[in-house]
């Protein structure tokens, strides 16, 4: 993807954000949940690579291009390898954001927002994968559970067959 397709279709998200709000104007906490729901799985790509920017989009009616073209250089500059590395790109476009929006920002108050971010990101993160890992384990234990299950049914009517079926 490049940095003129992604900021494409970044504009056409916003399109349909700004169509649902002319819509909703004043919109439910369900109804964006929805939106987002929706906006991800029509941009799949897209929502993957840069979940942060479509959540800003969809929750806070923000977008602004010259931010996410700026973004999409910074992160196609410093591309992510570690899980912790994309956390950290996601961070940098609320720092973009911030500094569009308050530019007499001095570095260390970005720096200060930067960490903050980052910190929120990755608590959000790890309470994410603790819920994914408990999800996991319990579907674990039901397949486990499901599958003793038919075998006893399975034990059960083989045994039954066998005693009715013996030869007299």
Do not use: C
């Amino acid at each position: 993807m490049t940095i003129a397709s992604a900021v494409a279709e970044a504009q056409e998200i916003y399109h349909k954000v700004r169509m649902f709000y002319r819509d909703h104007p004043r919109p439910s906490p369900d109804a964006l949940k929805f939106l987002h729901g929706r906006i991800i799985d029509e941009h799949r790509d897209f929502s993957g690579s840069y979940p942060i920017a479509v959540r800003s989009m969809v929750f806070d009616g923000y977008f602004n291009e010259k931010v996410m073209k700026n973004y999409f250089v910074h992160v196609s500059n410093h591309p992510w390898k570690t899980r912790e590395e994309f956390l950290d790109r996601q961070a940098e476009y609320f720092v973009y954001v911030q500094r569009k929006r308050y530019p007499r920002t001095d570095e260390r108050q970005i720096r200060e927002y930067r960490d903050q971010v980052r910190q929120a990101l990755r608590k959000e993160d790890e309470e994410f994968n603790s819920m994914f890992k408990k999800v996991t384990q319990e579907l674990d234990k039901e397949t486990e559970d499901a599958r003793d299950e038919r075998r006893q049914r399975l034990l059960k009517l083989l045994s039954s067959s066998s005693t009715t079926s013996s030869p007299a």
